[in-house]
């Protein structure tokens, strides 16, 4: 009986490390589809003068954004979007939802443009994090559970 909760152990240590991962790896994904989705509103705005609406809606039938649940789901009068990213990237996705369509196309592809910038830094950010740390997660899993077994025994 020990033994099964040591090896308990032991699976739920190295599956603490792997979720912490997972996590790591969902915000550089959701990081580069909010790039590819300034790639395709500002094509969207640049061909065509359809309402933002009908831009959002196009989007969130995209396969590729398939991580952005949000764009489904989106009040465009009550605007409070939350992602897996950090707080402050998750500021500046609700500040480019609320000033679409305000102004003329050039400033909005502009604004698009400075969000798409953005997200460009937050992604390379976010995949320097997870490489540097991978091999720690696994390391903390592994590890912690064989720790706890040796404490145990």
Do not use: W
């Amino acid at each position: 009986m020990k033994i099964i909760g040591i090896i308990l152990i032991n699976i739920a240590s190295v599956f603490t490390g792997l979720t912490y991962l997972f996590k790591l790896k969902e915000k550089c994904s959701v990081s580069s589809e909010l790039i590819t989705m300034a790639d395709l509103m500002c094509a969207e705005l640049s061909f065509s003068a359809s309402s933002t609406e009908k831009i959002i809606s196009r989007l969130a039938a995209e396969p590729s954004l398939s991580h952005l649940y949000f764009l489904k789901e989106i009040d465009f009068e009550n605007i409070s979007i939350k992602t897996p990213l950090d707080s402050s990237d998750n500021e500046q996705i609700n500040l480019l939802f609320k000033e679409l369509g305000k102004s003329d196309v050039e400033s909005t592809v502009a604004l698009i443009n400075s969000f798409r910038e953005s997200m460009q830094l937050s992604n390379k950010k976010y995949e320097e994090y997870y490489r540097s740390h991978y091999k720690l997660c696994i390391a903390f899993g592994v590890l912690g559970g064989l720790a706890v077994t040796v404490i145990l025994v």
